[in-house]
């Protein structure tokens, strides 16, 4: 019989045993350069659009913001004015009117559409016949653009094409249904079109999250003799709060950022009772020619949209916060 050899192939043992030993030390190391590659490609790729969103957004509105502070009209003039611009945009009528315009219509807007947002959902939720179909037709109108719903209902309102037309060919020549073309109502037609226009919105994100309810909380409350308004009133709704405030926040944003829908409804008009501040900063820069103040109602804008930003930034945090403490729990 042989002795062992101290061998294998042409490497003494001691060596062969330290080459399998070292092997999984080079394996993960591939593994890891690997996983580290496959992290850096994304960035990698996502970059130059990172690179080019914050010039644009940054950059841009330091620039706006200097010219805020510059006495600028026509053409941008680079000194140092102060605030005077700002000073001058709140002794500014059309400024001042726009503001207590969007502050009517963000209220009305925001209510009606999460209320009529709410009804459809909660309508949806009880699985009526023909619920794809009917969940299509309410969620058209955001699939459209704000310039093709402020036409659209500019037809429909205004008095000599739309209903009041319809209805006075039809014999009922004492019907009146001008609301663009009064002062006093011009601000309700743009509220009325822009409900239209987010409801199904609403309705898709509330319904979303009334699908994603636990049952068995709904059987529970049906066995202590609750009835399904009082379910969803006291049990329902309260549990899908998140969804709500999220849809809440972004109806805001819309509001704030009203341009194309009163432009194409109203223009403005009549004279300025349907004025916004995004239309006014659109006049300012491109018609009126005052780059400074126009560049101030700007600022006052991205102020309004950070504010908004912040109750965002809250939410997410308290979810997170939530769904770790759930988990360690």
Known sequence: MQAPSSFIGTKPLGQAMQSVAQMPEFRTRSV???????????????????????????????WNIYLSLSSSTLLPVYDFAGFDAY???WRNPRWTTGVNNLAIFGALYIVLSLLVGVVLAVLMDQRIKGENFLRSIFLYPIAISFVVTGTTWQWILNPSTGLEKFFHDLGWTSFEFSLITSRETALYAVVIAAVWHASGFVMVMVLAALRGVDHDVVKAGRIDGAGMFKIYRRIILPSIW????????????????????????????PGISTTFPAIFVYDRL????????????????????????????ALGWVLRKQKNGGGHA
Do not use: N
Not at 295 to 304: C, D, E, Q
């Open 32 to 62: 890891s350069r690997a996983a580290r590659m496959a992290q850096l490609v994304p960035t990698l790729v996502l970059l130059p659009t990172l690179i080019t969103t914050g010039i644009y957004i940054f950059v841009f509105v330091c």
């Open 87 to 89: 000073t001058r945009l």
């Open 242 to 269: 998140p969804v709500i405030i999220s849809v809440l926040i972004i109806l805001l944003q819309f509001a704030i950022k009203t341009f194309d829908l009163v432009l194409a409804l109203t223009h403005g008009g």
């Open 286 to 313: 491109f018609a009126a020619g005052e780059l400074a103040q126009g560049a101030a109602a700007a600022v006052w804008l991205l102020i309004g949209l950070t504010v908004v930003l912040l109750p965002v930034i």
